[in-house]
Nanobody, 124 residues
Framework: QVELAESGGGLVQPGGSLRLSCAAS????????MGWFRQAPGKEREGVAC???????VYADSVKGRFTISKDNAKNTVYLQMNSLKPEDTAVYYC??????????????????WGKGTLVTVSA
């Protein structure tokens, strides 16, 4: 059974940092493209970052230079390091996996598996 479990969310002040983790089970994450998406209150879910099977990464313009996606294949875990956080980064963050296709690299919704999300709140 495929499962994605996010952790690491919480409350942080503007300018602060958080690292989100996504533990994958039931499949080997290095065979999949892995992405992070987020949904802010009252808004549609949007793609944040993706790491494809080759290790190449893609970022939304809104987070470039501030967020870093990485994978630890030995731990079957994907991370999202978030620095210089802004109030507009407040959202539920979801981890997702894609076996084949281009949803991840284009940061689109058509991923194969989704986690339940972790809440990140950026506020003073």
């Amino acid at each position: 059974q495929v499962e994605l479990a996010e952790s690491g969310g919480g409350l942080v002040q503007p300018g602060g940092s958080l690292r989100l983790s996504c533990a994958a089970s039931g499949f080997t994450s290095d065979h999949y493209s892995m992405g992070w998406f987020r949904q802010a209150p009252g808004k549609e879910r949007e793609g944040v970052a993706c790491v494809v099977r080759s290790g190449a990464t893609v970022y939304a313009d809104s987070v470039k230079g501030r967020f870093t996606i990485s994978k630890d294949n030995a731990k079957n875990t994907v991370y999202l390091q978030m620095n210089s956080l802004k109030p507009e980064d407040t959202a539920v963050y979801y981890c997702a996996a894609e076996a084949y296709g281009s949803s991840c690299v284009f940061l689109r919704e058509g991923m194969d598996f989704w986690g339940k999300g972790t809440l990140v709140t950026v506020s003073a």
